[in-house]
């Protein structure tokens, strides 16, 4: 099911026509750049994407895998183990085609490559941290954080690749209902069936640890083709208010390494949190790349990877961004104790 508009004219004009999908909920994704992260909305952990990215992408058709050249080996291994779910789906609006090309789900992480093509040229932020919204199964998530990358192949053409941390409460399979907006109010909106990688295995990792003002429980972690999936609860003190950026909590990172010494390398995640009773609780996801098939035992590590200045934004209820101060000197430091899992 497929459906658009331009907000900026009266009549519709696209490829497809549909029932227009109720929209009284904004769910937008707040997406942010820095060092410091914004919190009681969401977070966003910093997508990675491999420097040669552009020119692979640029030098693939476009009919093929966008995820099978991106240079992140968790979304090569699982293009090339044809683990990723084709979509197809296109819709028109105005003069400018967006194509869905590819869906993979590992139970927290949901990623979507698409290509895009206009009949005029694309503005270098055509999309923007707010342009993604969804829901699941008909419902919009309370909160969400992901990562954005986009390639040009031409004046009027480009590749992309979504990446939304969902967490692990979705069910392994659902409907995915993507709104994309661009910055001249032309609006997209896509249906599709989801459902999880093959051979992901999800066990509980139970630990808990109390360091400085942070309680951190690591609840389970997930293995599959395209990755390593940390799931984790934190509850620390609120801040006073304004201050959202002296939760040293949100600057929480995980160190993962084999029983080699070799560190698995990390690239995204997010959390979101909520103040109950003077504090604040959040749940967070951290991302790693594929680990080989023998590897039994992992050591993780958790630490705080503190900035030593900037500041962020914060998404009000009418949709406004408030500028939070980015003096961060009072931050200090902590050490976690590492822990191992056996994987199973």
């Known amino acids: 099911m497929q459906k658009g508009k331009s907000r900026k004219e009266n009549k519709q004009h696209t490829t497809i026509e549909k029932p227009p999908i109720s929209k009284t909920v904004k769910g937008k994704i707040l997406y942010m750049a820095g060092a410091a992260a914004v919190f009681i909305a969401l977070f966003m952990g910093t997508a990675y994407f491999?420097?040669?990215?552009?020119?692979?992408?640029?030098?693939?058709?476009?009919?093929?895998?966008?995820?099978?050249?991106?240079?992140?080996?968790?979304?090569?291994?699982?293009?090339?183990?044809?683990?990723?779910?084709?979509?197809?789906?296109?819709?028109?609006?105005?003069?400018?085609?967006?194509?869905?090309?590819?869906?993979?789900?590992?139970?927290?992480?949901?990623?979507?490559?698409?290509?895009?093509?206009?009949?005029?040229?694309?503005?270098?932020?055509?999309?923007?941290?707010?342009?993604?919204?969804?829901?699941?199964?008909?419902?919009?998530?309370?909160?969400?954080?992901?990562?954005?990358?986009?390639?040009?192949?031409?004046?009027?053409?480009?590749?992309?690749?979504?990446?939304?941390?969902?967490?692990?409460?979705?069910?392994?399979?659902?409907?995915?209902?993507?709104?994309?907006?661009?910055?001249?109010?032309?609006?997209?909106?896509?249906?599709?069936?989801?459902?999880?990688?093959?051979?992901?295995?999800?066990?509980?990792?139970?630990?808990?640890?109390?360091?400085?003002?942070?309680?951190?429980?690591?609840?389970?972690?997930?293995?599959?083709?395209?990755?390593?999936?940390?799931?984790?609860?934190?509850?620390?003190?609120?801040?006073?208010s304004g201050r959202i950026g002296r939760i040293p909590a949100q600057y929480l990172e995980f160190r993962i390494t084999d029983r080699n010494g070799e560190e698995v390398t990390s690239y995204s995640g997010g959390s979101s949190g909520t103040k109950k009773n003077g504090s604040i609780h959040s749940t967070g996801n951290k991302l790693f790349d594929p680990i080989g098939e023998k590897v039994q035992q992992l050591t993780i590590t958790p630490y705080l990877k503190l900035p030593s200045d900037g500041g962020g934004v914060k998404l009000e209820q009418d949709g406004n961004e408030t500028a939070l101060n980015g003096d961060m000197s009072e931050l200090k430091n902590v050490e976690f104790a590492p822990f191992t899992v056996e994987i199973p």
């Open 50 to 240: 491999s420097p040669a990215f552009a020119n692979a992408v640029s030098n693939i058709p476009v009919v093929g895998s966008i995820f099978s050249d991106n240079g992140r080996p968790g979304l090569e291994q699982a293009s090339e183990k044809e683990l990723t779910n084709a979509i197809g789906e296109t819709q028109t609006i105005d003069g400018t085609t967006i194509t869905i090309k590819e869906v993979l789900y590992d139970n927290s992480r949901l990623t979507i490559s698409y290509f895009l093509e206009s009949e005029d040229a694309i503005g270098e932020h055509y999309f923007s941290g707010d342009s993604f919204r969804y829901k699941i199964n008909g419902e919009f998530p309370d909160g969400s954080s992901g990562g954005h990358q986009a390639t040009t192949l031409s004046p009027t053409s480009r590749t992309g690749i979504m990446e939304f941390n969902i967490g692990n409460e979705a069910p392994d399979q659902f409907n995915f209902e993507l709104f994309m907006e661009a910055d001249n109010g032309k609006e997209w909106e896509f249906s599709f069936p989801v459902e999880t990688i093959e051979g992901l295995k999800t066990f509980a990792v139970n630990h808990n640890q109390t360091t400085g003002n942070i309680d951190l429980h690591v609840s389970d972690m997930s293995i599959s083709p395209s990755g390593i999936s940390l799931n984790y609860k934190t509850v620390s003190p609120a801040p006073e």
